[in-house]
């Protein structure tokens, strides 16, 4: 009798505080907390979420919660699965899927759950592959999640940035010191173990206690140092007060789930450009989606075999229809019938260079065979190619002196960004085919996936091609651009420079494509930590 008089009254109860809260957060984006005089604690009121009357962070110290304060999202688990699948294995990250229910019981920011999805992602895995997992794949996610809001007005114009995170300090380290300048970053510590003179990690936090005391001792430390308490700090919780850096906060703004729900940063605002990334994941590999994932997957290697026996088997004339069959999405535009007559020299394709089947794609839509050159291909790639693939070796003049053999014997593919890139920008181009022939035509090229990326730099580049034709609908565009004007060839009197620069920016106009300076070695230098040259 009492449970039954109790338990509906402690039901609405809640109700009714559910109620009152929601409508809280959704006419404050912001709530701001002051400090009380009487206690350390500080007190709550609201304010306004807009430019005008949100108080400047300028000349001030910040700490933030990275996960659900400068990140739209407080969940995890998909950051520990980015590390389990592109540092460890396909096994490793299924395994971590399937140890989500238990995370989910635990609580995904829970100590106890962060240690299970610690021990599952990192245990046996070497200090280098979660580095570059961390410079090169998360990155990427952490960018496009940031708040507007909170980067805009409390942690850009910060003097000093203190950043606060609920995952190993390795995860988020790299990109909040490089991409966010932040000063002190606070996070649980991971332990390490030497075998046979490698480093491997143990999947244990350091520390054997209950609770966040590691990430509470480098608060402690951060501020103990001057003496002096941070002046803002950003979470976001249903109690701000038991976050765990409100004891050294002067002022505390916590972040509404409505605001984050809209406040995403635009590209042309991020900290640094978006130009190179790595990892074969195109997606935020949440619970759910990882699960969708590994069902599709064996259905997606049978597809990736199939349509690439297509591009093999059949003539030309069908493997369109047989590839929009199978699920390919395959566009092309622009193209022109060439007059009848003997032609002395083939015609040079300048090509933007997406994924490894740029020249294949482009033979499709050609209708016949085109020779290209490339800079390093796997040798499985090689083998199953149905067009000739021929490596550059690098030599500038024997380099030229073979392409210049091949444009005798009839038309030519070239890549001269040489090498891919996934994102909206155009890489420097090489000048080399520009000395070699007048008769060009710009090509743009441009691939879009939904579930893995169809080329690596670090990773096995002889699965590219599978990947790509794994996605469930993998999308290719062929625009032909038209022959290069003459007065912007060198017969012309241009240098092959002012080509190489024209042809670039003509494709970069089709594409809507960014150019920029960059080049091979940049982008190998960033992602895998070498110039891109295989060495024997």
């Known amino acids: 009798m009492v449970f039954h008089a109790i338990l509906p009254k402690i039901a609405v109860h809640w109700l009714i505080n559910l109620y009152r809260a929601a409508r809280k957060l959704r006419s404050n984006a912001f709530q701001y907390c002051r400090d009380s005089t009487s206690s350390t604690k500080p007190s709550t009121e609201a304010i306004s979420s807009s430019e005008r009357t949100m108080p400047s962070a300028a000349d001030r110290t910040v700490v933030c919660d990275f996960h659900g304060g400068l990140l739209r999202s407080t969940g995890i688990f998909p950051y520990f ?191 640094k450009p978006l130009i190179f990334h790595d990892g074969r994941l195109a997606f935020l590999p949440t619970a759910p989606a990882m699960l969708a994932f590994f069902l599709f997957l064996p259905l997606g290697f049978i597809l990736s075999v199939i349509r690439i026996s297509i591009g093999i088997v059949l003539p030309y004339n069908i493997s369109f229809a047989a590839s929009a069959l199978a699920g390919v999405c395959f566009r092309t535009s622009g193209r022109r019938v060439q007059e009848a007559g003997a032609k002395r020299r083939g015609v040079l394709f300048v090509c933007t260079h997406r994924t490894l089947v740029d020249p294949i ?62 994102e909206p920008y155009l890489l420097r181009f090489s000048p080399l085919f520009a000395e070699l022939a007048d008769d060009m035509e710009p090509v743009a090229l441009d691939a879009q996936v939904t579930s893995l990326y169809g080329t690596t730099a670090s990773g096995h580049k002889w699965l590219d091609p599978l990947a790509f034709f794994a996605n469930p609908v993998p999308a290719y565009r062929v625009e032909f651009l038209g022959p290069v004007p003459r007065d912007q060839t060198r017969a012309g009197g241009r240098t092959s420079a002012e080509v190489a620069n024209w042809v670039q920016r003509r494709l970069g106009e089709a594409l809507g494509f960014e150019c920029t300076g960059l080049s091979r070695r940049d982008k190998y230098i960033m992602l895998a930590g070498n110039d891109g040259v295989v060495r024997k």
């Open 81 to 271: 699965m980015l590390v389990a699948f592109e540092g460890g294995s396909l096994l490793r990250a299924l395994v971590l899927l399937c140890f989500f229910p238990l995370v989910w019981i635990l609580g995904e920011r829970s100590d106890a759950g962060v240690r299970v999805m610690t021990f599952v992602t990192f245990v046996g895995l070497r200090p280098r592959d979660t580095d570059l997992v961390a410079r090169a794949i998360l990155p990427k996610f952490y960018m496009e999640r940031l708040h507007a809001q909170v980067y805009d007005h409390l942690w850009l114009p910060a003097k000093r940035k203190v950043a606060l995170t609920s995952t190993p300090r390795v995860m988020a380290e790299c990109f909040l010191k490089e991409y966010m300048a932040a000063n002190v970053v606070a996070g649980c510590e991971l332990q390490m173990v030497e075998v046979g003179r490698v480093w491997y990690f143990t999947g244990l936090l350091c520390g054997t206690g209950p609770g966040p005391g590691l990430r509470q001792k480098t608060l402690r430390e951060a501020f103990e140092a001057d003496g002096n308490m941070a002046d803002v700090g950003v979470v976001r919780g249903s109690n701000p007060l038991d976050q765990l850096c409100a004891p050294y906060c002067k002022e505390l703004y916590v972040v509404s789930w409505e605001s984050a729900k809209t406040a995403r940063l635009p590209r042309e605002r991020y900290p």
């Open 361 to 422: 794609m482009l033979t499709a839509a050609l209708q016949k065979p085109v020779p290209a050159v490339t800079y390093s291909l796997s040798r499985l790639s090689e083998i199953i190619a149905p067009i000739k693939t021929v490596r550059l070796t690098r030599d500038r003049d024997h380099d030229a002196a073979m392409m210049s053999r091949l444009l005798e014997q009839g038309d030519l593919a070239v890549c001269p960004e040489g090498t891919t890139c996934r």
